[in-house]
């Protein structure tokens, strides 16, 4: 217990270059993203632009290391780009979150010298696009039911299954799949759990038998691409292996510990626009002869939000720190996006309360921040699956 305190106490205050980066980012995502991001939240139609623009300012390689192109930065960096992109626009930072931790950084670490040379300087530069395949139509949580199977043929593997929910579906150009490559009846047979039969590949959009299902239709992030993956008879190069036959399953959920720091940032990102709106209307916003930030009620909902805005900030730089220091992190990303996702969906819905009829119209953002923030909740790991996961890492704790 002391050592977790110790941990906590220390002083997360921004370095100068984190400061420098949090500022261009507002200003770019403020100047190029504001306004498009009500347009595609209307058209559903896919910001490559902003990717393109992200690109073209080193953002796309923020955290692949400089010797295969990219910024080399650390993850409390990427938490603030995040952050500051949900601010405007959700789904660029869906977007961006994906393509750098669920993509670039499985590669970063799990991937042998060859794979790392093959893609990480194109993912680096923009010219690839990521994205990550867990989820398939008939399981989320349970990560294990996978369906999808991967089957050895000597030279290479064939993949087939469906895929479910892939954020940059269609758009990407790179996609990191699981898929069952040791059947469950010898996995059985041997007396092994499920998932030490799983592994994952790296697999191309062009690669024959890749095909994507229709663009799903969603509450909010209307423009991040969503669909199902589909593999039929896909043969990918054995090199494309990610880590070793069998370890897919951990390589998959320490993905998702990285991950989750992102969609923390994300939500944490979205409650604070929606805070600024809210208290800004309520100091213009007149009734009973009174400014309503001078009623109480309306005070309370701003200081509770104001005071979540900062324990939010506090708990991601925590897990952002302990990710940075190779120490163990997979409870302290998920309290983070647990704390950042539901306080997300809290502020979006105090916005609108408090702009009333307004807040209820796209003429303001209120209704956006809301719809998007949902999301935070689901993806990545459900906030049910976010308490269980802390409760099995406070159980270990204790019994440690
Ligand atoms: N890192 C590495 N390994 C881990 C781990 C972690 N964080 N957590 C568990 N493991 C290991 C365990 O140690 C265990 O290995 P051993 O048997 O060798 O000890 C193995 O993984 C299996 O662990 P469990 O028995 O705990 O696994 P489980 O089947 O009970 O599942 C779970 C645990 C937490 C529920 C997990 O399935 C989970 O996180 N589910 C949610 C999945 C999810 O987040 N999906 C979102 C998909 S991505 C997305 O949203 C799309 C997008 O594009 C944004």
Known sequence: MTKVLDKQTQNFKLTKEQE?????????????????????????????ENFKLLSELGITGLTIPEEYGGSGLDTISYAIVIEELAKVCATTSVIMSVHLSLCSKPITKYGSNELKNKYLNKLATGEYLGAFCLSEPGNGSDAQAMLTKAEDKGEHYILNGTKAWITNGGEADIYIVTAQSTPVEELTRQNLPKHKGVSVFIVEKNMPGVSFGKLEDKLGIRAS????FILDNVKVPKENLLGKEG?????ALSTLDDGRIGIAAQALGIAEAAYDLAQSYAKSREAFGKKIISFQAIQFMLTELATEIEAGKLLIYQAASLCDKKEKFTRHAAEAKL??????????????????GYGYTTEYNAERYLRDAKITEIYEGTSEIQRIVIAENIIKELTA
């Open 20 to 48: 420098l980066l949090q500022r261009t980012i507002k200003e770019i995502a403020n100047e190029k993203f504001k306004e498009k991001a009500k347009e595609i939240d209307k058209s559903h139609k896919f910001p490559r």
């Open 247 to 251: 370890e897919g399953f951990k390589i």
């Open 339 to 356: 704390f950042c996702s539901e306080l997300a969906s809290r502020a979006g819905n105090i916005a609108v309360q408090i702009l009333g």
């Open 225 to 228: 691409a969503t669909c199902q």
